[in-house]
């Protein structure tokens, strides 16, 4: 079967560093999405690997390995607003988008 | 720009009664889907459509319908609602497929009674 991994739920102090890993078993792989949910609210877009490596974008980089099915999200100067459910989602061979049931990061001062 | 809008955004149901979800957008995108969220799980497909006039099943289809008459609309339609199908419903489009993000609306909370 298909699986995404992460752990439910993380704790992190304002101005830290935190890292967010995610592991993956699918048929196929066509990338690795990241999206945040703020609680109430809709997921939104993060950031998107498909070949190894580590992609940065501002405070966030995110890093895949496909051979370990392995990824993580690493948020940097941690903010109060950064508080949310970040949410891991593989795209399989048939281009559909496999969710995990997302890391809910709590951020504390 | 609205770029993904959902109605409603909250309803009560009771067991038995139907209705139909609401999702436009005015991105142009060609995909769009429909998920739901269920606490401790991660978002399930319901159905999808590559296109105006397509459909295709996801995950988790069953006691669901959908139509997509119009490029920019898409409805999700539950025929005789069961206390399961209590959730939040999120509808999501993209302009591919492939490696473009997928954008979601708000989100309508579902309960049934």
């Known amino acids: 079967g298909q699986n995404i991994d992460q752990p439910t739920e993380m704790t992190a102090t304002e101005g830290a560093i935190v890292q967010i890993n995610c592991t993956y078993q699918?048929?196929?792989?066509?990338?690795l999405f990241w999206y945040q949910q703020h609680a109430g609210e809709a997921p939104t877009f993060l950031s998107y690997?498909?070949l190894d490596g580590l992609e940065e974008k501002g405070r966030f980089s995110s890093f895949l390995s496909r051979s370990k099915g392995y990824s993580y999200l690493l948020l940097k100067e941690l903010q109060m607003k950064d508080s949310a459910s970040y949410l891991c989602?593989?795209?399989?061979?048939?281009?559909?988008?496999?969710w995990g049931a997302g890391t809910k990061l709590i951020i504390k001062p | 720009n609205a770029g993904v809008t959902q109605t409603p955004k909250f309803r009560v149901l009771k067991t038995g009664q139907s209705m139909t979800l609401l999702c436009a957008q005015d991105?142009?995108?060609?995909?769009m889907y429909w998920y739901r969220q269920d606490p401790g799980m991660g978002l399930r497909l319901i159905h999808y459509?590559?296109?105006?006039?397509?459909?295709a099943k996801g995950e988790v289809p069953d006691g669901y319908n959908v139509s997509r008459l119009k490029k920019q609309n898409f409805l999700l339609g539950l025929e005789s609602a069961a206390p399961s199908q209590t959730s939040v419903y999120f509808c999501?489009?993209?302009?591919?497929?492939?490696?473009?993000?997928?954008?979601f609306g708000d989100g309508t909370r579902l309960s049934i009674l």
């Open positions: 459509s590559v296109g105006e006039g397509t459909t």
């Open positions: 999501a489009s993209g302009l591919t497929g492939e490696v473009s993000p997928q954008h």
């Open positions: 991105m142009n995108h060609e995909y």
């Open positions: 690997n498909v």
């Open positions: 989602a593989v795209m399989d061979s048939n281009y559909q988008l496999i």
């Open positions: 699918t048929s196929g792989f066509n990338g």
